[in-house]
T-cell receptor
Framework: DAGVTQSPTHLIKTRGQQVTLRCSPKSGHDTVSWYQQALGQGPQFIFQYYEEEERQRGNFPDRFSGHQFPNYSSELNVNALLLGDSALYLC??????????????FGPGTRLTVL | QKEVEQNSGPLSVPEGAIASLNCTYSDRVSQSFFWYRQYSGKSPELIMSIYSNGDKEDGRFTAQLNKASQYVSLLIRDSQPSDSATYLCAVNLVSANQAGTALIFGKGTTLSVSS
């Protein structure tokens, strides 16, 4: 049973560039949530996708956008990168369609460094 | 602003002792509560979920929930050096239109178990 997968593992970009991160949910899950984790902090919720729609959004600027595909995989896009965007980006999958399916399981993360 | 508070630690316990980790939350309507373990450089791993007042036991782990006091705790019995990690408390926040959910995390408590 494949768990949550993310790509790439590491990424280095310069300020002003754009980046796309990818996530495939755990088998049987239909919901993908994205989180940003700065060093020494807990993960911060960016947004959640279900049925190819953004269902809930955290306190992040419009530079952060996403997409969910019919196979439930998802992308996180960040435009006009800032130094402060350097963090571990985590994808978590769950199943909103299942009663009590609110447990979220995390992928290994993508470490983004902005220079 | 919904908040989850944890003591950052470090919490140091000897091998074989009981480690007690605490968490308080601000959102009175929250119904789902989670504990994650995060090793240095890795992503969070779900270890316990709890939905009802009282205790829930799973092996050496016991989660305790008191919704009236807005308090969640995690007890680790017979602590092992391999338990040394950061423990994150998370509370599920349902969107106002019930369309989505988000995990709100505390900053985490660092546990160190000495042999």
């Amino acid at each position: 049973d494949a768990g949550v997968t993310q790509s790439p593992t590491h990424l280095i970009k310069t300020r002003g560039q754009q980046v796309t991160l990818r996530c495939s949910p755990k088998s049987g899950h239909d919901t993908v949530s994205w989180y940003q984790q700065a060093l020494g902090q807990g993960p911060q919720f960016i947004f959640q996708y279900y049925e190819e729609e953004e269902r809930q959004r955290g306190n992040f600027p419009d530079r952060f956008s996403g997409h969910q595909f019919p196979n439930y995989s998802s992308e996180l896009n960040v435009n006009a990168l800032l130094l402060g965007d350097s963090a571990l980006y985590l994808c978590a999958s769950s199943s909103l369609a299942v009663a009590g399916g609110d447990e979220q399981f995390f992928g290994p993360g993508t470490r983004l460094t902005v220079l | 602003q919904k908040e989850v508070e944890q003591n950052s630690g470090p919490l140091s316990v000897p091998e074989g002792a009981i480690a007690s980790l605490n968490c308080t939350y601000s959102d009175r309507v929250s119904q789902s509560f989670f504990w994650y373990r995060q090793y240095s450089g890795k992503s969070p791993e779900l270890i316990m979920s709890i939905y009802s007042n009282g205790d829930k036991e799973d092996g050496r782990f016991t989660a305790q929930l008191n919704k009236a006091s807005q308090y969640v705790s995690l007890l680790i019995r017979d602590s092992q050096p391999s338990d040394s990690a950061t423990y994150l408390c998370a509370v599920n926040l349902v969107s106002a239109n019930q369309a989505g959910t988000a995990l709100i995390f505390g900053k985490g408590t660092t546990l160190s178990v000495s042999s």
